[in-house]
Nanobody
Framework: QVQLAESGGGLVQAGGSLRLSCAASGRPGTNYAMGWFRQAPGKEREFVAHVSWSGDFTYYSDSVKGRFTISRGVAKNTVFLEMNSLKPEDTAVYYC???????????????????WGPGTQVTVSS
């Protein structure tokens, strides 16, 4: 079974930066598109960013565009989320996701992804 594990979460002051990492294990068997979602207390889980299997294409939610950057490592089953200019409203549990095939209309939807990590907490203080 494919497993994902996030790391890099923590407490940061508003305006600061964090870099989240996610690594896949368990023989994915193919190339996977990967993405990040987040869920704040009392809110629905929302899309953050997506990167294609090749790393050539990225897609962001409007709320993070221009502040966050998603990228793949040399090992394509690794994905990063560089978060800059963090705001208190960015506080959430951040989840890594992987999809065997994610069409464009599902980039920002949970149903487009097949595997999920347990999440890592990001807290931004004001």
């Amino acid at each position: 079974q494919v497993q994902l594990a996030e790391s890099g979460g923590g407490l940061v002051q508003a305006g600061g930066s964090l870099r989240l990492s996610c690594a896949a294990s368990g023989r994915p068997g193919t190339n996977y598109a990967m993405g990040w979602f987040r869920q704040a207390p009392g809110k629905e889980r929302e899309f953050v960013a997506h990167v294609s299997w090749s790393g050539d294409f990225t897609y962001y939610s409007d709320s993070v565009k221009g502040r966050f950057t998603i990228s793949r490592g040399v090992a394509k089953n690794t994905v990063f989320l560089e978060m800059n200019s963090l705001k208190p409203e960015d506080t959430a549990v951040y989840y890594c996701a992987a999809g065997e095939y994610v069409p464009s209309w599902l980039y920002g939807q949970q149903g487009g992804y097949d595997y999920w990590g347990p999440g890592t907490q990001v807290t931004v203080s004001s």
